[in-house]
């Protein structure tokens, strides 16, 4: 069967004629390049992966041009493991096993001292700098629509956010006062040490 290589977010990939059709289709179905790939190797489902592209672009449509923001919003958190990749703004559930991670709940007045110098926000979320991501997030809790949490780490004594930046200052804006977190197994004993009303919780 005939080869030929694209260009794909800037790297060669060779598929078959049926490959290229069916990348086709799923971009056409609204998946960016990398997420219609995953789909096609079974990494990401199809309904899913969709259907959130379609809340991306009803939310965008919402947030153009709003000025008034939300006066208040109530977090809503998806604590299925199958989904912390999305915490990662990623497109591939093999590169951040479930397995690999804890998911803790945490006050906010204790995480949000400890932060490191590169987790803080000197900017409200609805900033310029900031308004595109919190426009996504916005809509979803406006909806009753729920993310991925945040995932922690400990550094050198502090904490950072190695993922989940703009809902973790979203909530926190809008007065969250305690929420859940997903951290590396590998980091849970520190992260513990540092918040010592942290508690596990199970997966919902």
């Keep these: 069967m005939a080869q030929k290589s694209f260009k794909v977010d800037g790297e060669s990939v060779t598929f078959t004629a049926e490959d290229a059709a069916e990348l086709n289709r799923l971009i056409g179905r609204g998946l960016n390049n990398l997420t219609a790939m995953a789909v096609m190797d079974g990494k990401l489902d199809e309904g899913f992966e969709v259907a959130q592209a379609e809340i991306g672009r009803k939310a965008q449509k919402w947030g153009k041009g709003r000025k008034n923001i939300p006066k208040a919003l109530v977090p809503g958190w998806d604590c299925d493991p199958a ?25 906010m007045a204790d995480i949000h001292p400890k932060l490191t110098y590169q987790a803080t926000r000197d900017k409200d979320p609805w900033h310029v700098r900031y308004k595109s991501k919190s426009i996504e997030i916005g809509y979803r809790w406006v909806h009753g629509l729920r993310v991925s949490p945040p995932v922690i780490a400990e550094r050198e ?27 590396p197994k590998s980091e849970l004993a520190k992260v513990l040490e540092l918040l010592p009303d942290a508690t596990l919780r199970l997966e919902e």
């Design 157 to 183: 004594g502090e904490i950072v956010i190695v993922g989940g930046m703009h809902r973790y200052h979203l909530a926190h804006h809008y007065g969250a006062k305690r929420m859940p977190f997903y951290v």
């Design 83 to 107: 989904r912390i990749y999305l915490a990662y703004d990623g497109n591939d559930p093999d590169d951040r096993p479930a397995s690999n991670f804890a998911l803790i709940e945490a006050d």
